[in-house]
């Protein structure tokens, strides 16, 4: 049996949706009871585990024979990530597919990398078999950005810096592969896209797919970090992706596409003018101005 933790979420929830489409036995976690109601209304095993009350995760695990642990980046994540690693040893889980990233490394002024590299090395210490997915920055992260985009503007603070952009659902598409295989134990799979992309390339596909021209914005720092907070982030992840961005990809730290994805499922991943076309409506569509 496998256990899909973040079922709720765009990466577990496709993750269920390719086991059932291939009649794999799995039950997906959830951490509110009508989720749980909810997943059981569509014929979906399902069970209540909450990483913030980790004494929920015991009962989550019991049968099961493989974990995928995904949380998201939260000052939370490390504490949550290591009660449920610790919880599935004791379950008897056999092994473990995380979600890391490609950048995680203990040393990382990029908070969510630092606590990925820390768990990581807690995982491959915890005495079962694993399997560690790192996947670079999600394409689906540009949708943060729709509206200025259907106003004809990419924000960043990338420089001339470029990323191996990758798709979220070719990323659960490999999860979904590995779960149910066997010879994935102590891999580390990176995952990226096909191609490298800058942020003026970026806007010239969001531009060429939606038929209006966008403009790639290298804004100063203290600027970016306010539109993401406007955006609904917090001060931590805003601070955090400001790094990232400042830091990581305008200093050409990112990492080179490599073929991972088409060679452990078989189907090339998603390029990024795919992505956009896919995705064209949302960013077309302007929101609607708020009411004073």
Not at 159 to 167: H, R
């Amino acid at each position: 049996m496998i256990l899909v933790s973040g079922a709720t979420g765009g990466i577990g929830g496709e993750i269920c949706t390719l086991l059932g489409a291939a009649h794999v036995p799995f039950r997906a976690m959830a951490r509110r009871q009508a989720q749980v109601e909810a997943f059981r209304a569509r014929g979906i095993d399902a069970v209540r585990g909450d990483f913030d009350r980790p004494e929920t995760l015991d009962a989550a695990l019991r049968g099961a024979d493989v974990l995928f642990l995904i949380t998201p980046p939260t000052p939370a994540q490390f504490d949550q990530e290591i009660a449920a690693i610790d919880a599935a040893r004791r379950a008897g889980v056999g092994r473990i597919v995380k979600l890391s990233a490609s950048d995680a490394n203990i040393h990382s002024t990029v908070p969510w990398a630092r606590t990925h590299a820390r768990i990581d090395h807690h995982l491959r210490a915890a005495g079962l078999a694993w399997t560690i997915l790192k996947p670079t920055a999600f394409m689906q992260n540009f949708l943060w950005f729709k509206d200025p985009i259907a106003r004809g503007f990419l924000p960043q603070v990338a420089g001339k810096g470029s990323v191996s952009w990758v798709d979220t659902r070719d990323v659960a598409r490999v999860a979904a592969t590995v779960l149910r295989e066997s010879g994935h134990a102590s891999a580390t799979y990176f995952l990226t896209g096909p191609e490298t992309l800058d942020m003026a390339e970026a806007a010239a596909r969001l531009g060429a797919v939606t038929g209006r021209k966008v403009r790639y914005l290298d804004l100063p720092n203290p600027l970016f970090a306010a539109l993401l907070r406007v955006t609904g982030n917090s001060r931590w992840l805003t601070r955090g992706l400001v790094v990232q961005f400042a830091d990581v990809v305008a200093g050409h730290h990112d990492i080179d596409p490599t073929c991972e994805i088409e060679r452990l499922t078989g189907v090339p991943p998603h390029d990024f003018t795919r992505f956009v076309r896919d995705h064209r409506d949302a960013f077309t569509r302007r929101s609607a101005p708020q009411a004073a």
